[in-house]
């Protein structure tokens, strides 16, 4: 989608369609008032009739409106004035991409983002622009790779919308509008980007693709990339790694991903992303139900890498490093049993009573891997555990930290991104279940507060710098009839970044 930033009166836009909001009950926004006058009172004649109050998402399109030069407006709910916040106006956003979709419109001027809406609280027109780009690429996203009649899946979900618009009410404020744009693009591109790879089913998406997907983008944004192969994982000792890798037919990789923005001497922030391809459970195989599902195990590489797009894209002045270890987790007879027991990188030793917990034996490898960056910071994303979904549903991301400050730059960061995370405890009795009599720790607790134990697991491999994980297993996918990957939480690990740089709010 292409999008662009105007100024203007809604009046003189030659267009197919000029989106408009109206408040709850029944109150133009001022826009929307430009075209009542222009208009002889032709909306607040159809308000009055009772077509729309205003509630948040509600939509009404008008055809021919006199005085105007558009085919069509667009009436959008934005709710009450006085509770017009971010949740509200991405409410709203939504709503009309998803009208403009169903016309056959395939361009849009929106006047959502023009600032006399601002309300005491309400957000800015810097983050409306941004977040409503994000919100039309969202909203507008397709996989349709596998299909073999491309035109018509998109027509039954009717993808027209080409061409947005963002109205800015005064001109000097292009030059912000335009930088704010340029994030949102950048964004959604890293969102839409980590969809993709999610979405790729796991005969495609193996962890060899996963590392040529790295490689390509270094190439493309002149980074460095390094990958490591099983033998190279076996000189340095991540035991932990292999021990999920023997399974599979499908060699593991783990790929050093570094995007340099600023001077070398700057300690990077390290990413660290969990790469299964597939869960299968291995010899602690999972059932039946939603197998598929888990080709959607890699999502937390697949959004660290399309972070680091985003970040590399915009070339902001950060060192980011990305470590991904990447790996099938299958059974065979080559495949780690119950009761085995591995050492890790970090040279502790794990009795693996569970194969189905793979994902922090990957993990921990990385963890002890990225003290040798000398990281500012560390946060690592993963679909780690089913028992994060239980605790927090589908809406916010497990958060857990070594470090308040990270873990409220976090908080803030997904809700500025609309991205949320809920912080969980990290208290050492938690791990406690985690104690073996064979080795130094085994890799499951109980049941009880399961991704809880799984962060006191990490927790052990993670003490030397400030660290945040990051338990994406509710939030990396829809499932039902809408199955998809969802992107995040690639918009809140943009945001942390662009608010440690100052580059949030531009002047
Ligand atoms: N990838 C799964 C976690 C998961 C399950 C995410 C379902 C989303 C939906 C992870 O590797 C796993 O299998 N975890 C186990 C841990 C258990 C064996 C301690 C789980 O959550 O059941
Ligand atoms: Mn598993
Ligand atoms: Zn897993």
Known sequence: MEFSIKSGSPDKQRNACVVVGIFEPRKL??????????????????????????EVGSTLTLYNVPGTLCDRVLLVGLGKEKEYREAEFCNAM??????????????????????????RFGPNSIWRIRQGALIATEVSYRFDHYKSNKEKSRKR????????????????????????????????????????????????????????????????????CEILGRHEMEELGMHALLAVAKGSRQEPR????????????????VLIGKGVTFD???????????????????????????????????????????LIPASENLPGGNATRPGDIVTSLSGQSIE???????????LCDALTYAERLNP??????ATLTGACVVALGRLASGLFANDNALAKELLQAGKSAQDRV???????????????????????????????????????????YPWAHLDIAGTAWKSGTRKSATGRPVALLCHLILQRLKQLEIP
């Not at 340099?260 to 922030?269: N, T, Y």
């Open 280 to 322: 299968s459970g291995g010899i602690s195989l999972k059932p039946a139900a939603k197998m598929d599902e888990m080709k959607y195990d890699m999502c937390g590489a697949a959004a660290v890498l399309g972070t680091l797009r985003a970040i590399a894209r915009l070339r902001l002045p950060i060192n980011l490093v990305a």
């Open 157 to 224: 979900a009717s993808r027209k919308l080409e061409k947005l618009t963002f109205i800015v009410e005064r001109r000097n404020e292009l030059a912000a509008a335009e930088a704010a744009l340029a994030q949102g693009k950048a964004i959604a591109e890293g969102i839409s980007f980590a969809r993709d790879l999610g979405n790729q089913p796991a005969n495609v998406c193996t962890p060899e693709y996963l590392a040529d997907t790295a490689q390509r983008m270094a190439t493309e944004f002149k980074l460095n």
């Open 422 to 464: 809920w912080q969980l405890p990290l208290w050492e009795e938690y791990g406690e279940g985690l104690k073996s009599n064979f080795a130094d720790m085994a890799n499951v607790g109980g049941r009880e507060g399961g991704a809880i134990t799984a962060a006191c697991f990490l927790s052990q491999f993670s003490r030397n």
């Open 352 to 362: 693996i009573l569970n194969t189905d917990a793979e994902g922090r034996l990957l």
């Open 29 to 54: 926004s001022l826009p929307a008032e430009l075209i009542d006058n222009v208009s002889g009172g032709y909306i607040s004649d159809i308000l009055r009739r009772g077509d729309m109050e205003g």
């Open 94 to 119: 939504r709503a009309s991409i998803q009208t403009l979709n169903a016309l056959d419109v395939s361009e849009a001027v929106f006047f959502l983002t023009e600032s006399s809406i601002r309300q």
């Open 376 to 381: 500012g910071a560390v946060i690592d994303v």
């Open 254 to 269: 783990f790929i050093v991903l570094d995007y340099q923005g600023a001077e070398s001497s700057k300690a990077p922030l």
